[in-house]
């Protein structure tokens, strides 16, 4: 085992008392530091986010147009109840309910067709008097396979720009739009209480480029009354576009008006086709330029790294030199797999490849637009927020837990099929906020103190400075230390001090208390060469057991307790906490970089096998049955001085 030093406890892990006031400096760049002798309490007048705060920043309810067709009929009110930990009756019957609660949930319905499935549960005469609306409404009505093909149906025509009937859409500023849109922020304004439960008010904004996934959540700082002044942005035109720029001009647009705060979160990028993450121009042929790189460096500081359609960290294909990096890869096509992939899109497509981008895009342009934190979500379109293995309800109501779905069709256009073994349950949001309302969490997705989870509830904390030492770690309140000296996740390292030669980050784990314990934390750097040229390197700074690294310098697996016949495992291998302080062996002062800590868990059941155990599921035989869940936290970056 290196440098591995226990903390011990979950409070020396993550700060002060929950009920210390958020304080941050007035440029915003850290929070209020600790000074020996200010008060006896070190838990006194600390000013900082003292434990992660659990949520899911995308979730679909009955109102997206997909979700209802899919056969979803619970509402953004029974969706709040569900993340507050209380129990719901699923679309299918089964009763469900979380683990532990929530602290926060973005509903983001999609903007296009809002309302459309509150008139086709009407059988409204708009929709029955046409004929496609009739047959679509009347697949709709019927449930099961048929529902599930009528919303694919709606799906590929909406991927590739078409509209099956003008029945089928409903536009921003229509009379069935802004009701519902009022009722989301009504459901929202319900279910908010300070301090306890935060209902972000949100939408999201579905640009597909001939099926490229360009999706965007739009996040409200703000309340009802400001949210409510202006109709969400869709995709249809003229008052709507599928480009990001002018998404973007929406969002400023809206912030003039209201005087409010928005941000918007880039959807997982796996489905794009290289188009989420462009280096030289946007997919429609236009030059990135320096409006482009200071616009959406302005307006998206996260991006969604796993979610249930695959994690979007790595891919084997950019990282061949990191065994993790094959995480639940989807990599077939686009979103209604009209276009298959090629090597040559994944660059353009998942989050340390973009993070490298940046680098590159900053020396040419002078901003990084891809200066992001990282968050997890689950993308569910059930209005049910389950993201953990053992509680898994899978994408849309006809993915829900039966003992067909790890062969279900769960979408298929052609002779290329996603089935239900391939769903992901990911992910989840962290955020290091100091209290829980709407505006500390806000601002904390801002500054991006946020990290994912694949839907474990590790936690963890990162600092980069140039002096950390053993002795802050194991001060027994680290955090305190980790503020006052340096940077948190989100952050940018300070200028060398004298006599620095190298950055140091302190890195501290805690085990989910009902997951499995941690295998190791790595710390992933990526940099820019003088020429131009981008690298990467994995190191594992920290890890469980008496392993030591081969004659490559890698580390051999942990192994397994995980009973797959039982669908359980054991904690006898592994730690349940474990931290260091490491100082970059190769750091070149010249050279602009980006790190990240990435900590994985031992193995433990996947979610088919909970699906073979309870249900007797027939697993095809290519399904993963056991896992390895990890966290990703924002980066902290370098910039030469």
């Given at each position: ?5 226990l ?21 915003g ?17 600390r000013?900082?986010p003292?434990r ?20 979803n009929?619970l509402?953004a ?6 993340a507050?930990g209380q129990?719901v009756?699923a ?20 903007s296009d067709?809002m ?8 059988q ?12 679509i409404a009347?697949m709709?009505?019927n449930?099961?396979d ?5 919303a ?8 590739r720009g ?5 029945a089928?859409?409903?536009e921003?500023?229509?009379k069935?739009?802004r009701?519902?849109w ?6 929202a304004?319900?279910a ?15 640009s597909?480029?001939?099926g ?5 959540v739009?996040?409200?700082?703000d309340?009802?009354?400001?949210a409510?002044?202006l109709d969400p942005?869709?995709t ?5 576009s599928?480009?990001p720029?002018d ?44 409006e ?16 249930i359609?695959?994690?979007g960290?790595t891919?084997?294909?950019l990282?061949p030199?990191d ?11 686009n979103l209604?797999?009209?276009?298959l992939?090629?090597d ?6 998942y989050a340390?490849?973009?993070?490298k ?15 992001f ?12 927020a ?15 837990p039966?003992?067909?779905r790890?062969?279900?069709?769960v ?7 996603i089935l ?7 992910g989840?949001?962290a ?8 505006e ?8 991006k103190e946020?990290?994912a989870?694949?839907g474990?509830?590790?936690g963890?904390r990162?600092?980069g ?7 802050d770690?194991t001060?027994?309140?680290?955090a305190a230390?980790?503020?006052a000296?340096?940077?948190?996740m989100?952050?940018d390292l300070s200028?060398a ?7 140091n980050?302190m890195?501290?784990a805690?085990?989910?208390?009902i ?10 750097k ?6 131009g040229?981008?690298?990467?390197q ?17 580390l051999?697996?942990i192994?397994?307790t995980v009973?797959?016949?039982?669908a359980?495992?054991t ?7 474990m931290?260091?302080?490491?100082t970059?062996p ?24 909970y699906?073979a ?14 896992t390895q ?7 902290i970056?370098y910039?030469?001085?």
């Amino acid at each position: 085992m290196r440098h591995t030093y226990l903390i011990s406890a979950a409070l020396c892990i993550f700060g002060a008392s929950a009920a210390t006031a958020f304080e941050p400096t007035p440029d915003g760049s850290s929070l209020s530091k600790a000074f020996p002798g200010k008060s006896y309490s070190p838990y006194a007048h600390r000013g900082i986010p003292d434990r992660p705060l659990w949520g899911d920043t995308h979730l679909h309810t009955s109102t997206s147009f997909d979700a209802g067709a899919f056969g979803n009929r619970l509402d953004a009110r029974a969706a709040y109840r569900f993340a507050k930990g209380q129990e719901v009756q699923a679309t299918t019957g089964f009763m469900a309910r979380l683990s532990r609660p929530l602290d926060w949930l973005v509903v983001a319905d999609h903007s296009d067709n809002m309302g459309l499935f509150d008139m086709i549960y009407a059988q409204d005469p708009a929709i029955m008097s046409d004929a496609e609306g009739n047959r679509i409404a009347t697949m709709v009505a019927n449930g099961g396979d048929e529902g599930v093909a009528a919303a694919l149906e709606l799906i590929d025509a909406y991927s590739r720009g078409q509209v099956l009937s003008p029945a089928l859409a409903v536009e921003a500023g229509t009379k069935p739009f802004r009701s519902v849109w009022q009722r989301q922020i009504a459901a929202a304004e319900e279910a908010y209480e300070p301090g306890l439960f935060t209902s972000f008010i949100g939408y999201e904004w579905t640009s597909l480029i001939q099926g490229g996934n360009m999706h965007r959540v739009v996040i409200y700082r703000d309340n009802g009354q400001k949210a409510g002044m202006l109709d969400p942005f869709t995709t249809e035109s003229p008052a709507g576009s599928i480009n990001p720029r002018d998404l973007w001009k929406w969002m400023a647009n809206y912030e003039q008006v209201t005087r409010g705060d928005v941000l918007a979160l880039a959807h997982n990028g796996n489905l794009s086709n290289g188009i989420m993450f462009p280096e030289t121009a946007q997919y429609d042929g236009t030059e990135l330029d320096e409006e482009y790189v200071q616009t959406r460096a302005r307006w998206e500081p996260m991006y969604e790294v796993t979610q249930i359609k695959g994690d979007g960290e790595t891919h084997p294909f950019l990282s061949p030199n990191d065994e993790f990096a094959d995480y639940e890869t989807w990599d077939k096509g686009n979103l209604n797999l009209s276009e298959l992939k090629e090597d040559s899109m994944l660059a353009g497509e998942y989050a340390r490849e973009a993070l490298k981008t940046g680098l590159k895009l900053e020396a040419r342009l002078g901003t990084n637009p891809y200066k992001f934190g990282m968050v997890g979500s689950t993308d569910s379109h059930t209005s049910l927020a389950t993201a953990q293995e053992d509680n898994f309800f899978g994408k849309h109501s006809g993915a829900e837990p039966n003992p067909q779905r790890p062969s279900h069709i769960v979408g298929q256009f052609g002779d290329v099929a996603i089935l239900g073994w391939e769903m992901v349950a990911s992910g989840l949001a962290a955020v290091w906020a100091a209290e829980n309302t709407r505006e500390a969490i806000f601002d904390a997705m801002e500054r991006k103190e946020v990290y994912a989870t694949t839907g474990s509830r590790i936690g963890v904390r990162f600092f980069g400075g140039w002096d950390y030492t053993m002795d802050d770690l194991t001060s027994r309140t680290p955090a305190a230390l980790g503020y006052a000296k340096g940077a948190p996740m989100g952050g940018d390292l300070s200028a060398a001090p004298e006599g620095a030669t190298a950055p140091n980050f302190m890195v501290y784990a805690l085990k989910d208390p009902i997951g499995g314990n941690l295998d190791r934390i790595q710390i992933v750097k990526g940099w820019m060469d003088s020429a131009g040229e981008t690298h990467e390197q994995v190191y594992d700074v920290v890890w469980a057991g008496d392993r030591e690294p081969d004659a490559n310098g890698k580390l051999p697996a942990i192994g397994s307790t995980v009973d797959v016949a039982r669908a359980t495992w054991t904690n006898t291998i592994g730690l349940g906490e474990m931290g260091t302080v490491w100082t970059d062996p190769d750091f070149d002062p010249s050279q602009p970089a980006f790190y990240y800590a990435r900590v994985i868990e031992i193995p433990t059941p996947r979610w088919t096998a909970y699906d073979a155990f309870r249900m007797g599921a027939e697993v095809p035989a290519e399904s993963p049955m056991e896992t390895q869940e990890r966290a990703y936290t924002s980066p902290i970056w370098y910039t030469p001085g």
